[in-house]
């Protein structure tokens, strides 16, 4: 499974956009990208997937360059309650959906 | 759906007691991770299912550790002794795997384990 690294925390303020970069050198033809969130004291949870180009859903967008070594998750408007660790994972089917979280990145909103 | 169920919420037990944890899965799903969450360490992977049978174990810390899952919508997670740096948050997870799709993991709320 290919190996990411994310900035460990970041800081923002309410309204602001947030941008989050993984990078992920080795990333395999079949590798798809995953981010996941997590609050204090509660599991992961599923925010976007993509493969290339560009995916929204109303959470998020997800922007990955032709290249596919890095992607960056984008957080429109972030709010106190977005307040949380995000993780950036790389993988595909062969592993049966294995998935190895790294150290993600905390952020944290501000008033 | 009711999603990922773990019992106990919180656990506190004595060093060189057996612990048991417990993981519900989502109906339908196929798929079952257990995964160790501590400051230090972050989630780590111990073992997932696929179809009740155990993939990959890699991650099970030690002979101390064993999961079983016996059938489709139950697994366990058993410390047998326990000792003190197992103390952790334990996420059960689970999955539809499909070939090609998207292979979402949705958690549960975690156990939080101390062992004094």
């Known amino acids: 499974l290919a190996k990411t690294t994310q900035p460990i925390s970041m800081d923002s303020y309410e309204g602001q956009e947030v941008n989050i970069t993984c990078s992920h050198n080795?990333?395999?033809?079949?590798?798809?990208i995953t981010w996941y969130q997590q609050f204090p004291s509660q599991g992961p949870r599923f925010i976007i997937q993509?493969?290339?180009t560009k995916v929204t859903n109303e959470v998020a967008s997800l922007f990955i360059p032709a290249d596919r070594k890095s992607s960056t998750l984008s957080l429109p408007r972030v709010s106190l309650s977005d307040t949380a660790v995000y993780y950036c994972?790389?993988?595909?089917?062969?592993?049966?959906?294995?998935?190895?979280f790294g150290q993600g990145t905390e952020l944290s909103v501000k008033p | 759906d009711a999603g990922v169920i773990q019992s106990p919420r919180h656990e506190v037990t004595e060093m060189g007691q057996e612990v048991t944890l417990r993981c519900k899965p989502i109906?339908?799903?196929?798929?079952l991770f257990w995964y160790r969450q501590t400051m230090m360490r972050g989630l780590e992977l111990l073992i997932y299912?696929?179809?009740?049978?155990?993939?990959?174990d890699s991650g099970m810390p030690e002979d101390r550790f064993s999961a079983k899952m016996p059938n489709a919508s139950f697994s366990t997670l058993k410390i047998q002794p326990s000792e003190p740096r197992d103390s952790a948050v334990y996420f059960c997870?689970?999955?539809?795997?499909?070939?090609?799709?998207?292979?979402?993991?949705?958690f549960g709320a975690g156990t939080r384990l101390s062992v004094l």
């Open positions: 994972l790389v993988g595909d089917d062969n592993q049966g959906g294995k998935l190895i």
């Open positions: 109906s339908g799903h196929n798929s």
């Open positions: 080795n990333i395999a033809t079949n590798d798809y």
């Open positions: 993509g493969y290339k």
């Open positions: 997870a689970s999955s539809l795997f499909l070939s090609g799709a998207k292979n979402i993991q949705y």
């Open positions: 299912f696929n179809n009740n049978v155990p993939i990959d």
